[in-house]
């Protein structure tokens, strides 16, 4: 577990979609990032233009985006 004062790096690898924008220049995306260096996840949440502020979000496995995905390709074709 990290020390709460280390600080998190993120790479974004991909850009994958914009999905809305609100009146304070934030867009809702999402993107395939690094975290810490790691393995980059499909990430879910805001970031501000300059892509160095964001709010909490969510990131996904290949495995969880793929259920994900039938989950609501299921509920949006009911």
């Known amino acids: 577990m990290k020390p709460k ?3 998190v ?3 974004i ?3 994958l979609q914009v999905l809305s ?3 304070r220049g934030w867009t809702k ?3 395939l990032v690094s ?3 790691r393995e980059p996840r499909i990430d879910i949440r805001e970031w501000n233009h ?3 502020r964001m709010s909490k979000g969510m990131t996904l496995t290949r495995e969880e985006a793929t259920l994900l995905f039938k989950a609501l ?3 949006l074709e009911a």
Request: glycine share 4%; net charge negative.
């Open 21 to 23: 924008a609100n009146d």
């Open 35 to 37: 975290w810490n260096g």
């Open 9 to 11: 790096t993120y790479q």
């Open 5 to 7: 004062d280390q600080e």
């Open 50 to 52: 300059e892509l160095n």
């Open 13 to 15: 690898v991909k850009s």
């Open 29 to 31: 995306e999402v993107n």
């Open 73 to 75: 390709q299921e509920h």
